[in-house]
Structures are given as structure tokens and as C-alpha cells.
């Protein structure tokens, strides 16, 4: 009996849309709404790597990632860098997902809001042409505003989520522009190329937040709760990365012009050198957590400007997951306490876990962030030594403000004991965190996904 | 339905400059009135107004998804405001039928003055846009249109903080594309796809609406704000 061959694509598209749908129906049960959530997300990451190499034989049924899905004159396939990405922006999401289910919960459809924007930018990683792509990512953004709000309430709780919306539209008419372009003159020269490659650019600088004066990053960070901004982190940032690096795969003309390249690899050092300088003043979690995202920025478009559209970007996709879903339980459980002294305490082990996320993404060695850096330290190398100082910089610039941050909260005595149950989560956390982070740190291969580059 | 689809098609029979007159002075309206209870109304008559474009195009079927996708996502917008009016109202923040009824002299003339300037020039703006940088394989009318919703759109966004105007900038941009596209591709995936986009980004500016009224509640408040103003 011969077996069934079905396209990965419409599965991959619809694991996170129905995960999402039975969220809602154990909405009672948080830790099952979010283990639920973080379980398909993981699913999804294990299918598209298990069906790397060769079609996922299933007995009836053989799941193959290459096969094309035409839907309505569309084509739906994954290609191979993208099924890595892919993967890894799936696995990068279910640490995050799973450490928000012992949060308190991030607004009503905090889950669904994920998956659903997850499921759409899988979309746009999938779909031909790539215009199509572009109106995913506008459907991506419309889930995302809502999840940015996070069910706050007031005048300006609003502002991430606008501004991200607005980005998101902005940065349609510039893609649509700029594979017309592309399509109406197949060989593209000269002035048309300079356009098409500069429309290319500010799409992406406008989704990834790389603007200057228009950028949603540092609105969203300083608006929404810490687990939230590891959640856009991850996925929000990662896949606009992998947006990008699709683009500089896929579009030869945008891989081939000069400028393009140039531009992304000068936009990262920009946005470092900014880090560096802004990054060690600031005293507001906040404002740290926007650096981190911009230092996140700064590597997205270097790793596509060296060419790093693979396994090395897929891992620090992945990476990113880990070290996020660290941070923002740090930042969350950083909770004000009454001192037994009078004035407010903060508890240790939220601030240890914060710390050691800070420093993970700073790229201390021991730490899963080292091997993500280490790695783009590796291909700026190539390139000249600055860039590597300037990213060593960047990270030791957001740790000193990390501890200028925390110092004054450890000056008063630790806080009269919170509640045995909130005790022991935040120690369970906070262990798991390090075992996770410092585990990845030294072995970090499966995070490859098979695919370690030499 | 079919009753609907035949208006549409008389309304395309229209000479080209009314319609774009109408188009004109509803998104004008958008522009300068930060009021929603002319602002949507005057959306409900933009997106007629691109319904009648587009009939020229594309079968009046597809643009009928587009039509009511944009008059459902109007009535959702409207709702939302209603409610974060009567949110705000309970805080003493004045509504905005109060607002029409009693304007505040001091500030409204200038504020009109302003963005009805801003909207004028960026309008001339578009215009010479369109004329000097046409789309080719683009009729002149649509990219007229595509134009002057994207400047008008883009200005309302940098004229305004509030989230509904935001949200209508933002939709004003997916008419544009719309009006930009559809013309390239007149297929009903095109026209039904646009549609569904249209219809959740206004679920979503219509829930960012009703957050933005209600009352900042300090339980709400995100921690790295409340650690760095106890730090």
C-alpha cells in the first residue's frame, strides 16, 4: 500500500492554531494552558527537525517538508535554512511559553496570542510569492499589538503596541514595492537595484525596530511585563530575523548588491556602539531590557550581513528562547517586599536569575550566551577585530548597568520570607535556569540542530 | 446581496473626479477631526469610496468581502470608543459628543489649522507624487488614491499618540495597498486575503481602544517601572 505524501507546511501552520484554540478551553488550569502551549510549540520544533534530512515516514502517512502546498495560486514550502530557522524559532518559544505558565497569567488570550503569532509568521516563512509573506507578517502584527498590551489599562499602555502595529503596516509598502521592482525588471541594475535594496532594508529595519526615532523596541520594553518582552524577544524579534535572513537567502539580487550588505553590517555596528554608550548608565530593568533587545537587533542583521543564514542563526534563535525565558522570570518575580525595616526589599533569587540572564546574553563564558557570541565573534573576525571588541563592549555595557541596577536593591537585608508555594517556585526556576543555561553553555551541539557549522 | 453588488457597480459608473473628490474629503476628514464620531463616519465613506475604485478592476463580489470587511471593522471601532467614552466619562475626562457640543476654543482652532494645513500639503504632495513616480501597469486613478491614502494615513500617525487614530492611519495604509495592488492582481485570494487583514488589525486597534480607556490600575502597573521609581 503505497503511503500518503503531505506538505510539512500546512501542519506546521496549524499545530500552533489549534494548540492555541484548546488554550482557550483550559483557561482554568494555567499551568495546563501553558504547558499545553509550550508542548506544541516544541512539537512543531521537533517535526520540522526530525524531517530535516528526509521525509518523516509515518507509516500511512509521509510528512515531507519539501513537498509544495498550492493554496489559492499561492505556494506554501519550506525551504532548508528555513525549516532550520523555523525549528529553532519553535524551540526558542516553548522554554518561554513554559516558564509563563508558572507566572501569573499575561493578559486573557496571552497563549493563543502566541501561537497565533507564531502560526502567521510561519506562514510568512513558508509562502511564494514572497509578497504574500509581507501580509502574513501584517496578520502576525495584529495578533502581536494585542499581545503586547497584555490587558493593561490606561493612556499610554497602548504605546508599544501601536508602534509596533504602525512598523509592521510602514514596512508592507516598502516590501510590495520592492519585489514589484524586482519582478517587473528580472535583471535588475542599477538604480532600480539601489532602490529595491534600500525599500529591502528599511522593511526590515522598521519590523525589526532598527529605526532610529520610530523604533518600537524600547516602547515595548519599558510598557509590557518582563515575560511578555522575553515573548516579543523571541518571537516577535526572531522572526523578523528570520524574515531577513529568508530575503538574503532567497533574493539573489539583494545577496549580491554591495550596498546591502554594507548597510546591515554598518546598521549593526550602530546600534552597539549605541549600546555601549547607553546601556551601563541606565538604573530601570526597563530600560536594560530594551538594550538587551537592541543588542538582540544588532545581531540579527550582522548574522545576515556575514552571511550567517544557517545553523548559526538558528541556534542563536534558539539560544535567545533560553536566555529570555530567564530574564523575564527574573524580572517578573523582582517583586517589591515590605521590609521587615521599614522601606521595600527585593528577594535574592529573582535578582540572581535576572543577573545570570543579563549575563548570559552579555556572552559570559560558561553561559549559553558565550557560544552565540563566540560565534559572531568568529565571523567578525573576518571582517576586523573591531566589531568583536564592539560586541564584547556592548555586552559588558548592559552587565554594568545590570548590577548599578541591582546594587541598591541588595542594600537592605533580604525581605521577611514570601509564601512557601512563590518560595519554592522562584528556587525551581531559578535552578532550572542555570542548570539550562550553563548546561547549553557547555554543550551546546543540540541546539544546532544537527547542522554545527566548523 | 445582488442589490448591494449593482450600487456598487453604479457608484464605479461614476465620473472618476467625484469619486476621487469623496475619497479626498473623507480621508481629510480622518485627518483633521481626532474626533471619532466624525472620523469613523467618514471611514465608512473612504471605504466606499475604494469599493467603487476597485469595481473597475475586480469582480464586485471580492470587493464586497473588502467593503463589508472594512464597514464591520468601523462598527467594531465604533464600539470600542463608545466604551472607553464611558470609561473615561466615570474619570470626568469629557466624551466626544461632548467635545463637538463644547469645544474647547482655546485649543481646537489651532489644532484644525495645523493638521489642515499638514493634510493640504502632504495632499499635494501625493498628488505630485503620483504624477512624477506613477506605478506602471497602475491606472492613474488608483495610484492617485494609493497615494494620497498613504500620505494621509502616514500623517495621521505622526499627528496623533491615541490608539484609535493610530488605527486608522494604520487601516488608511492597508486601503492604499489595497488600492495600490489589487489593480496588478485582480484575483479574489488578493481581494478576500486584504480583507481578512483589514478586519483583524481593526479587532486589534479596537481592543487596544478600549485598554487605552479604562483606568491605569497600579497592581497593572509593569514592575520595572514600579522597581526603578522605588530604587
Given amino acids: 500500500m503505497t503511503s500518503l505524501v503531505i506538505s510539512a507546511a500546512p501542519i506546521v501552520i496549524a499545530l500552533p492554531l489549534v494548540a492555541g484554540a484548546l488554550t482557550l478551553f483550559l483557561r482554568r488550569w494555567p499551568w495546563a494552558e501553558g504547558g499545553l502551549a509550550a508542548l506544541a510549540s516544541a512539537l512543531a520544533a521537533a517535526l520540522l527537525v526530525v524531517a530535516r534530512d528526509a521525509p518523516l515516514n509515518l507509516g500511512l502517512v509521509v510528512i515531507d517538508p519539501s513537498a509544495p502546498l498550492f493554496v489559492l495560486g499561492r505556494t506554501l514550502q519550506l525551504e532548508a535554512n528555513t525549516q532550520l530557522i523555523l525549528a529553532a524559532l519553535f524551540a526558542g518559544t516553548a522554554p518561554v511559553l513554559a516558564v509563563a505558565a508558572a507566572l501569573p497569567r499575561q493578559g486573557v488570550f496571552f497563549y493563543p496570542l502566541v501561537l497565533g503569532v507564531l502560526s502567521a509568521f510561519a506562514a510568512s516563512l513558508m509562502v511564494r510569492p514572497l509578497l504574500f509573506g509581507a501580509l502574513a507578517i501584517e496578520a502576525a502584527a495584529a495578533f502581536a499589538a494585542v499581545l503586547i498590551q497584555a490587558d493593561r489599562q490606561g493612556a499610554r499602555s497602548t504605546q508599544g503596541a501601536v508602534r509596533y502595529l504602525v512598523s509592521a503596516t510602514l514596512a508592507l509598502p516598502m516590501f510590495f514595492l520592492a519585489f514589484w521592482l524586482a519582478e517587473r525588471t528580472p535583471a535588475l541594475e542599477g538604480d532600480a537595484t539601489s532602490l529595491s535594496v534600500a525599500l529591502l532594508l528599511l522593511g526590515n529595519g522598521l519590523l525589526l525596530g532598527a529605526i532610529p526615532l520610530y523604533s518600537w523596541l524600547h516602547a515595548v520594553a519599558k510598557d509590557a511585563p518582563p515575560i511578555v518582552v522575553s515573548t516579543v524577544a523571541v518571537v516577535v524579534l526572531g522572526a523578523a530575523q528570520a524574515w531577513l535572513l529568508r530575503l538574503w537567502d532567497v533574493l539573489a539580487w539583494f545577496q549580491s548588491a554591495a550596498g546591502a550588505r554594507f548597510a546591515l553590517l554598518l546598521s549593526a555596528q550602530v546600534i552597539w556602539a549605541g549600546v555601549v554608550l547607553i546601556a551601563w548608565a541606565q538604573r530601570s530593568w526597563a530600560r536594560l531590557m530594551a538594550c538587551a533587545l537592541f543588542l538582540e537587533v544588532g545581531a540579527a542583521l550582522w548574522s545576515a550581513g556575514v552571511g550567517r543564514v544557517g545553523a548559526e542563526a538558528a541556534f542563536s534563535i534558539a539560544a535567545r528562547g533560553l536566555v529570555f525565558a530567564a530574564l523575564g522570570a527574573g524580572l517578573h518575580l523582582l517583586r517589591p517586599q515590605p521590609c521587615a525595616e521599614g522601606g521595600v526589599c527585593y528577594a535574592r533569587e529573582p535578582l540572581l536569575l535576572a543577573l545570570i540572564g543579563f549575563m548570559a546574553l552579555a556572552g559570559a563564558p560558561g553561559t549559553i550566551g558565550f557560544a552565540v557570541r563566540w560565534l559572531l565573534v568568529r565571523a567578525s573576525m573576518e571582517s576586523g577585530v573591531e566589531t568583536a571588541g564592539l560586541v564584547a563592549l556592548a555586552g559588558a555595557s548592559l552587565v554594568l548597568g545590570a548590577l548599578r541596577t541591582a546594587l541598591p536593591m541588595l542594600r537592605c537585608p533580604a525581605p521577611s520570607a514570601p509564601p512557601a508555594k512563590e518560595a519554592r517556585l522562584t528556587r525551581l526556576l531559578v535552578g532550572v535556569a542555570i542548570v539550562l543555561l550553563v548546561g547549553f553553555g557547555l554543550l551546546p551541539s543540540p541546539l544546532f540542530f544537527g547542522s554545527i557549522p566548523r | ?231
Fill in chain 2, 1 to 231: 446581496m445582488s442589490e448591494l453588488i449593482r450600487l456598487l457597480e453604479r457608484l464605479s459608473q461614476l465620473a472618476v473626479v467625484p469619486l476621487l473628490a469623496v475619497l479626498a474629503l473623507a480621508v481629510l476628514a480622518v485627518a483633521v477631526v481626532h474626533n471619532w464620531r466624525i472620523a469613523l463616519p467618514a471611514m465608512v465613506v473612504h471605504y466606499v469610496a475604494v469599493a467603487a475604485l476597485l469595481v473597475r478592476v475586480i469582480d464586485p463580489a471580492v470587493v464586497l468581502i473588502e467593503l463589508v470587511a472594512g464597514i464591520v471593522t468601523c462598527i467594531a471601532l465604533i464600539v470600542a470608543s463608545v466604551g472607553a467614552d464611558n470609561l473615561q466619562r466615570a474619570v470626568g475626562v469629557p466624551s466626544a459628543a461632548e467635545r463637538l457640543q463644547q469645544p474647547n476654543w482655546v485649543q481646537v482652532p489651532a489644532q484644525l489649522t495645523l493638521r489642515a494645513t499638514a493634510a493640504v500639503i502632504v495632499g499635494a504632495a501625493m498628488t505630485g507624487m503620483a504624477g512624477r513616480f506613477p506605478l506602471p501597469g497602475v491606472p492613474l486613478v488608483f495610484v492617485l488614491s494609493a497615494y494620497l491614502l498613504f500620505g494621509v494615513g502616514l500623517l495621521v500617525i505622526v499627528t496623533s499618540f491615541e490608539a484609535l487614530n493610530g488605527g486608522l492611519g494604520v487601516l488608511l495604509m492597508l486601503s492604499a495597498f489595497a488600492v495600490a495592488y489589487i489593480p496588478l492582481e485582480p484575483s479574489v485570494s488578493v481581494g478576500v486575503l486584504l480583507g481578512a487583514i483589514t478586519l483583524l488589525v481593526g479587532i486589534a486597534v479596537a481592543f487596544l481602544v478600549l485598554a487605552e480607556g479604562g483606568r491605569e490600575e497600579a497592581a497593572h502597573a509593569p514592575l520595572a517601572e514600579r522597581s526603578e521609581s522605588r530604587a
